[in-house]
């Protein structure tokens, strides 16, 4: 019904696009190949292979630029860079066949802060972490974790015990302790023979190992946003809760292994890396939602195999297990759990979110041109339903037949229950799973939804009041109470790239960029060069645009 109605109000259909401003933009003495930006401190930067240049935010101005000879005469062509925004330091590696140059940089003036030869074949960004609580950094070679000072370099201290990655780190202030989870290198190196999963208790002071333990499963990091894909937490009486497959607890004194409810199943067969050329790198995130915690209970979804699923409640102190629902039967993916009153709902199948880095090599006349592909999005996953069970026995309530044939995600304000099948978004009542209203999006006219986006995720300047779906050639806003379409944008082609702050973003095929403000559905347009590259502000008000030697500022509103 809300739907026939908006379909004849023109205010709400889909809206012109106006093009974008630039704030300003300047052009460098060189090209570059590496950008970044830091809106903490005002930095925008751009290099290659020889030179480095840091720009104002405000205006655009050089803050200062120079070829890497000339912050230390020992480099000439540095290999890796490893911009670390929290202490305001650059990291540059000139690779020389084991005798490596390690050379650390003021990010705000340029100067050298102190270099070293003594930290030979690191090959990766994650070889080097910033333990702000110390103002040092954990670099880690083949051979050992050394802790160093930020600002000189002095070396506090080194251990052997580890000498792989650190995937995500707790510390502690009060005791003077640091308490750290390995990864591997590459997710080729977690099944060669001697990566070791480690985490490891250390004194903070002096290196000494208080314990070490190994887990199970492997962490790593998202294929292009590099986010860790692990729960790491130091939580009440004692306990290490690690989210990694499941859940596995330690105690936080002794390291003992208290209890563990894990998984084994890869979901690498859901990738589907749609950019052109070889896949040289993929992940699939979000199949299966991270455990529930309830008070003094935990629930856990246990993948016995790729089609034999269980829902189990236990007491998060012993483990105990309390009990365990019904099979979900032929269930490949469970990517969300939630808890009202005492109804656990389950969303089977639906969106997982796939990362991929495709490279794609071209011959011509003129020679041989190599292009890398970045992508992320969004693919769906069979079979369809959304289910419920009692939270004190673990019994089968309901199961909701209406999306057999397509659901994207789900979410929970309130209590109340937002699905959406891709074709329309419902309103469900999560005691028995009937629709209090359903409205289909055709009127929107932005293609199949791919995945609905909670306002609570979306910061406090977002509508409270709208639900935002995403659709495969566009966007828009429904009203959550009604479900009345509120404002609706249409993109016709595009990458869905995430929402800053309260503007969404999509990236054409010729790299173009478009920008929706999720508030009121206004749309702009950067006109960007083939190939261009762009960094998006917190707050979605500006991008950042990298085109051959300029650095651009351009306003989305």
Known sequence: MFGMLIAFTSALLAQKSEEMKTVWDIKLSHDFDVTGLDERYGIIHGSNDKSFSVLNDADGSVKWSKKF???????????????????????LFDKKMGKDQMVVVDIETGKMLWNTAKYQGITHPDEVIYVPEMNAYAIVTKDALTMVKARTGEELWSTKTMNTPVGKYLYDD????????????SLLGSVMKGFKNQIIKINAANGDVIWEQTYRGVVEKKVISREPVVGFVLAEGNKIMLQLAGLQVYDYQTGKPLWSATYDVSFEEFAKVKTPGRVVAKGVYGAVADPLFDGEFVYILDFKSKSSQYLKKYEVNSGKLVWTSPEIKEARAIPGIYKIDDVIV???????????????????????????????NYQNVKPYNV?????????????????????????LNDKDLIVCSGKAIYKLDYKTGKEQYEVQLGDDDISLAEKIISPLDLGENANKDNVIIVGSKGVSAHNMKTGALVWANRTKAGDFNGIFGTTAFYQKENDDQFAIDINTGKATIYNARKNAKAEYSADGKYIYAFEKKTISKISTK
């Not at 389950?346 to 992508?375: A, K, M, N, P």
């Not at 209406?402 to 789900?410: A, E, L």
């Open 346 to 376: 389950l969303q089977v199948g639906g969106t997982v979110e796939v990362q991929g880095i495709t490279v794609q090599t071209s011959t011509s006349s003129s020679g041989t041109t190599t292009t890398t592909y970045r992508s992320i």
């Open 387 to 411: 289910q419920a069970f009692n939270a004190g026995d673990g019994r089968h309530i309901w199961e909701s037949e209406r999306f057999k044939k397509g659901i994207t995600n789900m979410f």
């Open 174 to 185: 009060k005791e003077k302790m640091i308490t750290m989870i390995n990864m591997p290198r």
């Open 69 to 91: 000879s000339d912050i230390y005469e020992n480099i000439k062509k540095v290999d890796l860079q490893i911009p670390m925004y929290d202490s305001k330091a650059i990291f």
